[in-house]
Nanobody, 123 residues
Framework: QVQLVESGGGLVQAGGSMRISCAAS????????MGWFRQAPGKEREFVGS????????YYSDSVKGRFAISRDNAKNTVDLQMNGLKPDDTAVYYC????????????????WGQGTQVTVSS
């Protein structure tokens, strides 16, 4: 079963940038679309964006569109989330997840999740 590990989170000032990464091991990665989610205290888990299995299509929530960018390297089994123009409202635990089926473009169901990495944006 694939295991996902997020890394790269931390503290950043408003307006700054941060790049977080998700590394996969022990299972299939390159055949699957991947997604990024986040959850802030007291709020529901929120979709951030996704990338298809080839890395040729990305999708983003309106709240991050134009500021965040997802990329992947299937040779290294990694998917990254580049975050620019960070706002205090971006503070959350960020999770990566794998699509439930292979060869996907835009996932609708995720069955594998990482442990999350904390991103804190100060004002």
């Amino acid at each position: 079963q694939v295991q996902l590990v997020e890394s790269g989170g931390g503290l950043v000032q408003a307006g700054g940038s941060m790049r977080i990464s998700c590394a996969a091991s022990g299972g299939s990665f390159s055949r699957y679309a991947m997604g990024w989610f986040r959850q802030a205290p007291g709020k529901e888990r929120e979709f951030v964006g996704s990338i298809n299995w080839r890395g040729t299509h990305t999708y983003y929530s309106d709240s991050v569109k134009g500021r965040f960018a997802i990329s992947r390297d299937n040779a290294k089994n990694t998917v990254d989330l580049q975050m620019n123009g960070l706002k205090p409202d971006d503070t959350a635990v960020y999770y990566c997840a794998r699509d439930s089926i292979p060869w996907g473009i835009r996932p609708t169901k995720y069955t594998n999740w990482g442990q999350g990495t904390q991103v804190t944006v100060s004002s």
